[in-house]
T-cell receptor, first 117, second 112 residues
Framework: DADVTQTPRNRITKTGKRIMLECSQT?????MYWYRQDPGLGLQLIYY???????NKGEISDGYSVSRQAQAKFSLSLESAIPNQTALYFC????????????????FGPGTRLLVL | SQELEQSPQSLIVQEGKNLTINCTSS?????LYWYKQKYGEGLIFLMM?????EEKSHEKITAKLDEKKQQSSLHITASQPSHAGIYLC????????????FGTGTRLQVTL
């Protein structure tokens, strides 16, 4: 089974609708991240969470909100979807900030492809 | 803010040929991560470099970080169709690994 799972894998919605993307992990990591990927723009950080009570905005948080329901679950919501939020969304996790390579490395889920009409 | 530039943006090589992808940062890199992405899928972690002059290898892929810690290269020896995909570099510009900045990726195609 995959360590980081995202649901749904694909979603089509209409402008103005509220949608939620979910991420679950079995790695036991404290840190979780949400990114979006647009063609030619690389990955942009939306929100990140260092533990259940610590949530931080990333580069492009406007129009998005998040909820860290448990150590293993981090969901991303689009309160009122708009067409320019059409993108590939990734969840990632990392262990923490100790000096080891393994601890600092972010591990990614398979992505959710979102189309807003 | 830290900016990462990857070059080339895309690359087509014949199977068996060697290739190099570069990642250049506008600031000192405290950690440089290389990922591979199959088209439309998730990112797979390849290697992470931290020290100036560091070099790591995995199978036929070698990554290096220069002494000044502002540029990294990814070299593939004797490319195979399985190497095709998008290669992304990600930078830790703070030393805390709290946030990564990603390059725009290099799209690699390997022809038979």
């Amino acid at each position: 089974d995959a360590d980081v799972t995202q649901t749904p894998r694909n979603r089509i919605t209409k402008t103005g609708k509220r949608i939620m993307l979910e991420c679950s992990q079995t790695k036991g990591h404290d840190r979780m991240y949400w990114y979006r990927q647009d063609p030619g723009l690389g990955l942009q950080l939306i929100y990140y969470s260092f533990d259940v009570k610590d949530i931080n905005k990333g580069e492009i948080s406007d129009g998005y909100s998040v909820s860290r329901q448990a150590q293993a679950k981090f969901s991303l919501s689009l309160e009122s979807a708009i067409p320019n939020q059409t993108a590939l969304y990734f969840c990632a996790t990392s262990e923490g900030t100790s000096g080891s390579t393994h601890s600092r490395t972010q591990y990614f889920g398979p992505g959710t492809r979102l189309l807003v009409l | 803010s830290q900016e990462l530039e990857q070059s080339p943006q895309s690359l087509i090589v014949q199977e068996g040929k060697n290739l190099t992808i570069n990642c250049t940062s506008s600031k000192t890199l405290y950690g440089l991560y290389w990922y591979k992405q199959k088209y439309g899928e998730g990112l797979i972690f390849l290697m992470m470099l931290q020290k100036g002059g560091e070099e790591k290898s995995h199978e036929k892929i070698t990554a290096k970080l220069d002494e000044k810690k502002q540029q990294s290269s990814l070299h593939i020896t004797a490319s195979q169709p399985s190497h095709a995909g998008i290669y992304l570099c990600g930078a830790d510009g703070t030393g805390t690994a709290s946030k990564l900045t990603f390059g725009t990726g290099t799209r690699l195609q390997v022809t038979l």
